[in-house]
């Protein structure tokens, strides 16, 4: 079974522009999820779609927005990219409910932003 | 808010002794869940080890276990006979039971075995 796919691995941007990152959930899972890792702050929840729909966002600006597409699969757009934005992106799925499964991850993208 | 505190940011420890990482956090919350990830080089996060907050006996995964001090609001991490593949950045994690399907980090500590 195909884990989390998440690409690119890496993404060098320079500030003001768009980032565009993507995910791919473990086959049969609806759910994804969006954690920034940002050094020395630990992973920050971003967002949550499930079934196409967004159910859930973390305190980050309206610039970070993301779409879930019929085959689950995941984009996360990032506007007007800061300096600040530059982090490791965790993507996750999982097979039920995150407390009975916890998270899968993939092994993230590193975006910076120069 | 809930918070994850994880006070000491690196450790190490010889290979084949026992470790514990601390953790705490702060909720007015009494149905939640725990959570221990481990991040090694490779980026990938891990589930370690999971702790329902209703069950009173700690949770174990072969080398792993937790303990899990409700009233203290404290949930360490035991790691016996460490192993070199033990090497990783390490998570504690919670999460509230109502369906917000999002989990609060603490910030890591980074755990190195030595051979």
């Known amino acids: 079974e195909a884990g989390v796919t998440q690409s690119p691995t890496h993404l060098i941007k320079t500030r003001g522009q768009q980032a565009t990152l993507r995910c791919s959930p473990i086959?049969?899972?609806?759910?994804v999820y969006w954690y920034q890792q940002a050094l020395g702050l630990g992973l920050q929840f971003l967002l949550w779609?499930?079934?196409?729909?967004?159910?859930n966002r973390g305190n980050f600006p309206p610039r970070f927005s993301g779409r879930q597409f019929p085959n689950y699969s995941s984009e996360l757009n990032v506007n007007a990219l800061e300096l600040e934005d530059s982090a490791l992106y965790l993507c996750a799925s999982s097979r039920g409910t995150v407390a009975n499964y916890g998270y899968t991850f993939g092994s993230g993208t590193r975006l910076t932003v120069v | 808010a809930q918070t994850v505190t994880q006070s000491q940011p690196e450790m190490s420890v010889q290979e084949a002794e026992t470790v514990t990482l601390s953790c705490t956090y702060d909720t007015s919350e009494n149905n939640y869940y725990l959570f221990w990830y481990k991040q090694p080089p490779s980026r990938q996060m891990i589930l370690v080890i999971r702790q329902e907050a209703y069950k009173q006996q700690n949770a174990t995964e072969n080398r792993f276990s937790v303990n899990f001090q409700k009233a203290a609001k404290s949930f360490s991490l035991k790691i016996s006979d460490s192993q070199l593949g033990d090497t990783a950045m390490y998570f504690c994690?919670?999460?509230?039971?109502?369906?917000?399907?999002?989990?609060?980090f603490g910030t890591g500590t980074r755990l190195t075995i030595i051979p």
């Open positions: 779609y499930d079934e196409g729909e967004e159910r």
């Open positions: 086959s049969g899972h609806t759910s």
């Open positions: 994690a919670f999460m509230i039971d109502f369906g917000n399907e999002k989990l609060t």
